[in-house]
């Protein structure tokens, strides 16, 4: 027998964690139920068509997914693509933070900048691949370039989002004590403001990564979307869907890692902060 009373807490203890564990995990075993649900609907239309055209049957598309990341030429590829990501992010980032700290900060910027930046961004992505191929021919010029476009606009408005989002008491106090602007930009602009340029990095970086595969479509002969495009011309439906599967797998991980990223520069939005593993 159990002295003490030993028995009762430790099996309260065990229940305790085993229900934290199904609280942390029960979005991730939701997720799977979907998925196993949508592969058992793709085999059984895929067996009931027989059109690999049309749709490849599940188990080819699993053996060209699981091929793919073992493919020199395919990662090889791969790593040029997200070279052209990471490059136009950067330059996105260089571009639409100061314009939008700018124009969230400043009434005269907003409006000066405001009517021309609410334009441009209208124009359709694929409506600037003429142009870019005319700018900079053919290969990483116009790619990046698309990429910079369509990363640069949610990066702005995000930004300039923030900034309006901050207690005007804050601009006030930091006058009062005699703050310059350098100050006021430093210290109550930039960290205000950090929560939303952290939303439009991400929303900036899933731009990017989408644009990269068109323009590839068109401007390159090379990266991730061209090996889309060969899978397409000779007629393997099955690689072209393991290749889209990698592309949606690539960029869901970014997001996370972007998450992550914003977990730990901005824990004090979340309720119990960022515990890192």
Known sequence: MARNGDTVPNVKIAKLNLEEIGEKYRGTLYTLMVVILLMVIWYIIANRLQNTLLLPYFHETVKEFITAWVDYEIMSNLALTLKRVFTGFIYALII????????????????????????????PIMAWVPLSIIWFGLGDGPTVFLITM???????????????????????????????????????????????????????????????????????????GFLMVEAQVRLETAQLYALMFMSGLVGFFIDKGFITLEKRLTAWRFKDGFIGS
Not at 99 to 111: D, E, I, K, N
Not at 190 to 218: D, N, Q, Y
């Open 96 to 123: 639409g933070i100061p314009v939008g700290l700018l124009m969230g900060y400043s009434a005269t910027a907003m409006q000066a900048i405001s009517p021309i930046l609410n334009s441009v961004r209208q124009v």
């Open 150 to 224: 369509s990363a640069v606009f949610p990066l702005v408005i995000n930004t300039i989002a923030g900034v309006q989002g901050i207690d005007p008491n804050y601009y006030n106090a930091a006058r009062s004590m005699g703050a310059s602007w350098s100050d006021i930009i430093r210290t109550i602009v930039v960290p205000g403001a950090l929560p939303s340029i952290l939303t439009g990095c991400r929303l900036a970086m899933g731009a990017g990564w989408m644009s990269v595969i068109c323009a590839e479509f068109i401007a390159t002969s090379a990266g991730f």
